[in-house]
């Protein structure tokens, strides 16, 4: 399991957007498992993903927590 944070200009519904897109069915091809304006889940292939996002000043404050998905979460993180 790992933990990687990262701040974007992006707002935070557009960040949950994008892991939507990333990560679940039309991307990685994981479940969606929660989501709500803060946060958004995702569980397949025997690990998960989850990503917070908190809106501050001038930037969205990234949080991510994945098991079996380093690789992925890292490339999503370049993106944004």
């Known amino acids: ?46 690990g998960y993903v989850a990503v917070s996002v908190v809106d501050e000043d001038k930037h969205t404050t990234v949080d991510i927590e994945t098991r079996e998905f380093d690789y992925q979460v890292k490339r999503f993180l370049e993106t944004i």
Do not use: H, Q, W
């Open 1 to 46: 399991m790992i933990r990687i944070a990262k701040k974007t200009r992006l707002k935070p519904p557009d960040v949950i957007g994008r892991a939507s897109e990333y990560f679940g069915e039309g991307g990685e091809g994981l479940e969606e498992k929660e989501r709500n304006p803060c946060c958004i889940s995702f569980e397949g292939a025997g």
